[in-house]
């Protein structure tokens, strides 16, 4: 009996996690960038492990997937700029976010090539980019995240 009131509690508690963890994120854009941000965390770990390449490399394409999808978005920030202010704001948003997906893109080529040398600089300026892009398109109670 106590065994299947724990398997229950554990079934409950598989079913619910992602549902609360999608709930976690505030906007869609937050959604991507969440889906980015477990795939990246992976990548750093492993940037230097040539050994680990190929899953390097399948979890680059969630990044990159979610960065590209992020380019229809429009940070939540905008509504705090002035009026006249937001397109730019937008445009700058965007112009960020390719240049992040290009990164992606040469982190893919070191990566085939096996340049690990190559992939951890990359890799250390698409944390750059992170960082960057956070200071200017987030909002600010979402900075310590
Ligand atoms: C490795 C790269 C990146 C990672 C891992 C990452 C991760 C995150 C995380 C965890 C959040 C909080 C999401 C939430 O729960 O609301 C976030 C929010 C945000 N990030 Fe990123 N980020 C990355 C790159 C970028 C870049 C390059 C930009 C802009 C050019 C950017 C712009 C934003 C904005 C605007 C938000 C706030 C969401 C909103 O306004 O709705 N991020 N990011």
Same mark, same amino acid.
């Given at each position: 009996? &106590?065994i ?6 554990? =079934? ?5 996690s992602?549902?609360?963890? =999608?709930? *976690?994120? %505030? ?6 960038? %969440? @889906?980015?941000?477990?795939a ?9 492990? =040539?050994s /680990? ?7 680059l394409?969630?990044?990159k997937g !979610?960065?590209?999808?992020?380019? $229809?978005?429009?940070?939540?920030l /905008?509504? %705090?700029?002035? $009026?006249? *202010? +937001? ?5 700058e948003? +965007? ?10 893109? @040469?982190?893919e ?6 340049? !690990?040398?190559e ?9 750059? =980019? +992170?960082?960057?892009?956070?200071k ?6 979402? &900075?310590?995240?």
């Amino acid at each position: 009996m &106590k065994i299947r009131t724990l398997l229950f509690a554990l =079934a409950c508690s598989l079913a619910v996690s992602p549902v609360v963890r =999608a709930a *976690d994120a %505030e906007t869609e854009l937050g959604g991507k960038m %969440e @889906k980015m941000s477990s795939a990246f965390r992976v990548i750093r770990r492993q940037i230097n492990d =040539a050994s /680990k390449n190929a899953d390097t490399l399948t979890k680059l394409a969630v990044v990159k997937g !979610n960065a590209e999808a992020s380019l $229809k978005f429009e940070p939540a920030l /905008k509504s %705090e700029k002035p $009026k006249g *202010d +937001q397109a730019k704001f937008v445009e700058e948003y +965007q112009a960020g976010m390719k240049k992040f997906v290009e990164l992606c893109g @040469k982190l893919e080529a070191a990566l085939k090539k096996g340049d !690990n040398t190559e992939a951890a600089k990359i890799c250390g300026a698409m944390g750059d =980019a +992170q960082k960057a892009g956070h200071k200017e398109f987030k909002k600010d109670d979402k &900075k310590k995240k």
